[in-house]
């Protein structure tokens, strides 16, 4: 059969315009308010293919038929695009903005926060209980990361954010260190590490941090021990701060009442404002400091008769005696009988 080429013009017409129609049509299904009515998360397991994927969206109700996305996705070329991760939905969602968060990636951030002082133990813990992070990590070096709120995506590896946390302490303690006095008896930034985390794990606040720092500086210059509570409960690995004076007696390297100058190893995870302390002490006479009775700072002195005061006030304030009861966290010598300064 032949046709004339008016007739093949006509056909040529009528086709083109149904595609024109069909693509309309198409988009506007694609543009039309979607089916949720809450705000959801759905999360895109990694290499789940675009019918499980689309099984996944009916059912939280963010589309309204599975099919359709799956043709739509492949009529597109999208289908390798997608994306795996956690993403959040808004009600009446389309499915063209469906289909678009998911080729882009735009998945939701999840947080993991590490408090200030934590040991490395309670990091790897609190890692591996994250929802949302995969694989397991190995235990860095004590005080090897920065304590700080970290975001991640869904899926992320655990040992890559733990990477960025450690990378992170390297840097602050490098700041730290190019900003420290450098007449501090200091000789390498390990050092100030260590001390920085005492210096956290003794403080009551950010505030009276350098004026501990001073304490202790003052105290290795003088060749004094720094009889610090929390290197003892760290070295003899004690729950929580459930410190006796029968404690101070064991002679674990972390026992600054027996050993003299710093522990081996830091104590703790320290933050930037403990950091700069041990780089920037305040300048004071102190070689003492015992906790004030509130808990919320602590009370610095010059000499031992004054610290003995200091201490019987505690005690007094308290309701205690000085016979012998659980040590004070935070006091640098916690009784008379410490004749050891």
């Not at 951030?109 to 949302?132: C, F, H, M, Y």
């Not at 201490?311 to 304030?317: G, H, N, S």
């Amino acid at each position: 059969m032949r046709f004339s080429t008016g007739t093949l013009v006509v056909v040529g017409v009528l086709v083109l315009g149904l595609a024109v129609a069909l693509t309309g049509g198409v988009g506007v299904y694609m543009a039309q308010p979607g089916p949720l009515v809450q705000p959801t998360k759905v999360v895109v397991e990694p290499g789940m293919s675009v019918r499980g994927i689309a099984a996944r969206l009916q059912e939280a109700q963010v589309i309204g038929h599975e099919q359709a996305f799956v043709v739509m996705v492949k009529a597109t070329g999208m289908a390798g695009t997608l994306k795996a991760g956690e993403y959040a939905f808004e009600p009446g969602i389309s499915l063209r903005a469906v289909v678009n968060k998911l080729a882009l990636g735009d998945t939701e951030n999840r947080s993991v926060t590490l408090p200030e002082g934590w040991t490395v133990k309670q990091v790897i813990d609190r890692l591996q209980a994250t929802e949302g992070l995969t694989g397991n990590v190995q235990r860095p070096e004590e005080g090897r990361v920065f304590p700080d709120t970290y975001a991640f995506r869904f899926g992320a590896e655990r040992t890559k954010v733990l990477d960025t946390m450690t990378s992170r302490m390297d840097s602050e303690l490098a700041k730290a260190w190019a900003a420290r006095d450098t007449t501090l008896p200091l000789n390498s930034p390990e050092e100030l590490l260590i001390l920085a985390s005492i210096i956290q794990k003794e403080a009551a606040n950010d505030d009276e941090m350098p004026m501990i720092a001073g304490v202790f500086y003052n105290r290795l210059r003088k060749g004094m021990r720094l009889q610090s509570d929390p290197t003892v409960i760290y070295g003899a690995e004690l729950d929580g701060n459930r410190l006796k004076r029968k404690d101070l007696t064991e002679p674990h390297p972390f026992n600054t009442y027996i050993h003299g100058g710093l522990p081996p190893t830091p104590i703790a995870n320290p933050g930037r404002a403990a950091l700069m302390a041990a780089a920037q002490p305040a300048s004071t006479e102190a070689l003492f400091f015992v906790a004030d009775p509130s808990l919320t700072m602590h009370v610095f002195s010059s000499t031992y008769e004054e610290h003995k005061r200091n201490v019987a006030r505690y005690w007094q304030d308290v309701g205690k005696t000085l016979q012998p009861k659980p040590v004070v966290s935070g006091s640098v010598v916690v009784s008379p009988s410490n004749k050891e300064i």
